[in-house]
């Protein structure tokens, strides 16, 4: 089965500090999204890119956040100046026309602890 | 996007069969039907899609009744590993994309 792959599963980052959350998606996919989940709270997206540029995002997604595609095959969300409120599992997933179809498919998480 | 109501926990056995009915009154045309399936600590796992009638995988069915305004996620012969959270989501997955927006789901405990 295909699988959307994360680094790293768990990071540990002092408040203030930049993190930079990195994934895989499913090659051949053509979106990729990342979502985040406070711990014991919803599933909350965060937002969705395609064709190298930012096709919808939430409102939680401010400029503390940036997303980027830096090759062909990796896709990496940035926080800068984490606050202890971001503490949250972050998961990256994918989409698209492919042998995969039109599923969704998330990765296994990265859990960020802000201290 | 369609909203979608789903019971909030449920208590199930070892070996019986779960139903997981999940009502979207307002489903669009377009909208497809999907069920995630998530542990603790880790990312939702598809489970099942479908837009009309039933589907089947060898993990779990989707039967999906004429008027599209509900739907029920069958899982048969529970064991303890099936205890997780169950989401049912609704939106159109035309071309691929789609933003899921989650709701708290069912969490499902499976007893021995």
């Known amino acids: 089965e295909p699988e959307v792959t994360q680094t790293p599963s768990h990071q540990v980052t002092q408040m203030g500090q930049e993190v930079i959350l990195r994934c895989v998606p499913i090659?051949?996919?053509?979106?990729f999204y990342w979502y985040r989940q406070i711990l014991g709270q919803k599933v909350e997206f965060l937002v969705s890119?395609?064709?190298?540029?930012?096709?919808?995002k939430s409102e939680i997604f401010d400029d503390q956040f940036s997303v980027e595609r830096p090759d062909g095959s990796n896709f990496t969300l940035k926080i800068r100046s984490t606050k202890l409120e971001d503490s949250a599992m972050y998961f990256c997933a994918s989409s698209g026309t492919g042998y995969s179809g039109n599923t969704i498919y998330f990765g296994e998480g990265s859990w960020l602890t802000v201290v | 996007l369609a909203k979608t109501t789903q019971p909030i926990s449920m208590d199930s056995y070892e070996g019986q069969e779960v139903n997981i009915t999940c009502s979207h009154n307002n489903i669009a045309t377009n909208d497809y039907i999907t069920w995630y399936q998530q542990f603790p600590s880790q990312g939702p796992r598809f489970i099942i899609q479908?837009?009309?009638t039933k589907v089947t995988n060898e993990v779990a069915s989707l039967f999906i009744p004429a008027d599209r305004k509900s739907s029920t996620l069958s899982l048969p012969r529970v064991s303890l590993s099936d205890t997780a959270v169950y989401y049912c989501l609704v939106g159109d997955f035309a071309g691929g994309y789609n933003k899921l927006i989650f709701g708290a789901g069912t969490r499902l405990a499976v007893h021995p």
């Open positions: 090659s051949n996919h053509l979106y």
């Open positions: 479908g837009y009309k």
């Open positions: 890119f395609y064709n190298n540029e930012i096709s919808e």
